[in-house]
């Protein structure tokens, strides 16, 4: 039985595209799954050898890319991103037994969580001082350790617990959802199905137009970029890592020679090419009609 770590502990959001993962056939059978304290954590799992494989969050449409996973991902030895799953995302507010709504004078969230309802509790809950929690299930045990009245947190981990939901369905923005990974350690890409997404970390030299030409690698092979965000090194002051996804796999012509334009001048970690959850952007052109004119040109054809 296969080993599967998970940002945890058992309740989270995270838990929950696992499980996800599992119904989907993911893996060949049941797995263990084995929670870690954060994304960094869950992933190091992988590369010490304890587990084989780990979920994180790495997206939100309400609050955009989750860092703490984006700069596990870009730093230590490198991993690979094989499958993606999404979440639609909305909270329980959870307490013990016995509490009310009207009752609650502080309240503990992720941070990712409590920006997700932040018009919710300005709303209902205007007195609530906020409690900063490690997960959104680490919200529901701080509240049954008594931290804190109420949680924003799951169902599940309400469940787990014995605690009481005194709001369900709780989210600022309707079909707010999170994207989920599954990480591995760096092996053959799963094979490409014509929807899918490609993502790499960026260091470029410190010269003027090297942003301008890495983009331009993308733009003059057709390549769709879906996400373009920086990062901080932490090495220095305005030293940044840049995060690229784009349309397609490391199979596609058009992809592989935008790939290889920018290792040419750039550090390049690849973290994946995976089938996309949801089509998003161009796909990458074909290349088989130049390629069919390369082949016949070099055959010495007239009249191309």
């Known amino acids: 039985m296969p080993r599967i770590g998970y940002f945890g502990p058992s309740g989270t959001f995270t838990e929950m595209a696992l499980v996800k993962f599992e119904d989907s056939g993911a893996f060949d059978g049941p797995v263990e799954r084995i929670a870690a304290p954060s994304q960094g954590a869950a992933l190091d799992l992988i590369r010490s050898g ?4 780990a979920v994180v969050p790495i997206e939100s449409s309400v609050e955009g890319s989750i860092p ?3 700069d596990s991902l870009a730093i230590g030895p490198r991993l690979q991103i094989v499958a993606e799953t999404e979440l639609e995302v909305s909270f329980t ?47 529901a045990e701080d509240v049954a350790a008594g931290k ?16 009481v939901a005194l709001a369900e369905g709780v989210a600022d923005h309707e079909q707010a959802i999170t994207r989920f990974v599954l990480v591995t350690r760096p092996g053959v890409a799963p094979q490409a199905t014509g929807a899918d997404r490609t993502s790499i970390v960026l ?9 301008m030409r890495a983009f331009a690698e993308f733009a003059t092979r057709g390549v769709d970029l879906t996400r373009i965000e920086s990062r901080p090194t932490r090495t220095g002051m305005g030293t940044y890592r840049f995060y690229l996804d784009c ?16 290792h040419r001048t750039a550090r390049v970690r690849f973290l994946g ?13 074909s290349d088989e009609p130049a390629a069919e004119w390369l082949t016949q040109l070099r055959k010495g054809v007239a009249d191309l």
């Open 148 to 163: 804190a009245d109420a949680a924003v947190s799951t169902a599940l981990a309400g469940e787990r617990l014995g605690l």
């Open 247 to 262: 349309v397609g796999h490391l199979d596609d012509p058009a992809v592989a020679e935008t790939l290889k334009a920018l």
């Open 203 to 211: 260091e470029l030299p410190n010269e003027p137009g090297s942003l």
């Open 68 to 70: 703490a996973t984006l």
């Open 273 to 285: 090419s995976w089938p996309a959850t949801a089509a998003v952007g161009t796909p990458p052109p």
């Open 50 to 53: 304890d587990v084989a494989a």
């Open 93 to 139: 507010i959870l307490a013990r037994p016995g509490h009310t709504l009207d009752q609650v004078r502080s309240l503990a969230a992720y941070p990712v969580a409590g920006a997700q309802v932040r018009e919710w509790v300005a709303r209902h809950l205007p007195d609530a001082q906020p409690y900063i929690s490690a997960s959104n299930a680490a919200a």
